[in-house]
């Protein structure tokens, strides 16, 4: 399970960056003075480690391109809790919408 696991992770990072790079580069050509937020990634199987690299690479990747980009903002959410199905629980997404709200800027 853990090589198939790797290979899958393997083939959606190149395709996940991508899409991310371009989605924001679509938002700033929409509207150039838009505030973009790049939420993190959480892992919801943290006993993976071919899930912990992706992540890890996925919020690193997601950090780099708020730094690269004006008014684009990485916004980690490493503390957020999750249930038994990997989705974030109710004070997960309280978490999640705090750090949000740190980040607007108004």
């Known amino acids: 399970i853990t090589s198939d696991m790797a290979k899958i992770c393997d083939r959606i990072y190149p395709q996940t960056t991508s899409a991310l790079i371009s989605v924001v580069q679509e938002i700033r050509t929409l509207n ?20 912990t690299q992706l992540f890890r690479r996925l919020n690193a990747l997601s950090k780099s391109l ?10 980690p959410i490493p ?27 108004y």
Do not use: C, F
């Open 32 to 51: 150039p003075d838009a505030q973009i937020i790049l939420l993190g990634y959480t892992n919801p199987v943290p006993l993976l480690p071919e899930w």
């Open 66 to 75: 708020a730094a690269q980009n004006e008014n684009v903002t990485y916004v």
């Open 79 to 105: 503390y957020t809790r999750t249930a038994n199905d990997g989705h974030p629980t109710v004070s997960g997404h309280k978490y999640i919408g705090r750090q949000i709200l740190k980040a607007v800027n």
